[in-house]
């Protein structure tokens, strides 16, 4: 081969690599107003939601803080190679969780890798399952 044709198969083959990269990502998933509700049937308060979505993340590696009552930011990293961290809003019997940042996750403006909302799939099944104990 000559040198020219390597570097228009290189050319070739890093672009086929973009694409397919590009073709697996996803829209952000940002789970807004979910209902929490007590083991009891009664909306939570904001301290059980608090609680909850703590101890449902902890087993998994998410780091959960408090920035005010009212606002939580939880972070995970996994595997040491990529990294997501989530802005949580707390109100009695409600809560929010929207993308705040990332890395190594392959995020645009609207799309990221899929595991992102996978991720943030589980921690809000593991809270939901907490929340149904209190």
Partial sequence: ?????????????SMFALNA?????APIGN????PAMSGSGQPATVQQIKEALTSAGAPRGWQV????????????NVRNQHTVSVDISLAPGLYSIKYKNS???????VQI??????????????????????
């Fill in 1 to 13: 081969m000559t040198t020219r044709m390597l570097r228009l198969f290189a050319l070739a083959l």
């Fill in 113 to 134: 890798n899929p595991h992102y909302n996978k991720w943030v799939q589980i921690l809000l099944e593991d809270a939901r399952k907490e929340l149904a104990r209190k």
């Fill in 103 to 109: 890395v190594n996750m392959n995020y645009d403006g």
């Fill in 65 to 76: 803080t408090q920035v005010t009552p009212s606002q939580l930011v939880a972070t995970v």
């Fill in 21 to 25: 990269q590009a073709r697996n990502l």
């Fill in 31 to 34: 789970f807004e107003n979910l």
